[in-house]
Nanobody, 128 residues
Framework: QLQLVESGGGLVQPGGSLRLSCAAS????????IGWFRQAPGKEREGVSYITTSGVSTVYSDSVKGRFTISRDNAKNTVYLQMNSLKPEDTGVYYC?????????????????????WGQGTQVTVSS
């Protein structure tokens, strides 16, 4: 019924770029804030970026700030994560998640339990 599907992952060399997509079905994304998370083997899931319903406000983790850009196209029911200047440390499974709650203040956006819906993830591997 309510689905999020990530796509766009793959294998890239350090310094390369990828654009991830998060497409929704069964509901309209314009009522949801979206977070991007990633998880490397043996590590906990970490917040990467966050965007409010209108797309006016965005948040990035310190590790990706200046390299990644989150955006959304509500008409297409899709959120994007443009990843540039990729590093091996960016390797992991990337997930998008949706919430009706505004998590912009503080660090609430990085708390995975705050989100209602999750995609299955897409693998990103940065290696030479």
């Amino acid at each position: 019924q309510l689905q999020l599907v990530e796509s766009g992952g793959g294998l890239v060399q350090p310094g390369g770029s990828l654009r991830l997509s998060c497409a929704a079905s069964g509901f309209t994304l314009d009522s949801y804030c979206i977070g991007w998370f990633r998880q490397a083997p043996g590590k906990e899931r970490e917040g990467v970026s966050y965007i409010t319903t209108s797309g006016v406000s965005t948040v990035y983790s310190d590790s990706v700030k200046g390299r990644f850009t989150i955006s959304r196209d509500n008409a297409k029911n899709t959120v994007y994560l443009q990843m540039n200047s990729l590093k091996p440390e960016d390797t992991g499974v990337y997930y998008c998640a949706a919430t009706r709650v505004n998590l912009l203040l503080g660090n609430r956006w990085v708390q995975a339990q705050k989100y209602d819906y999750w995609g299955q993830g897409t693998q990103v591997t940065v290696s030479s």
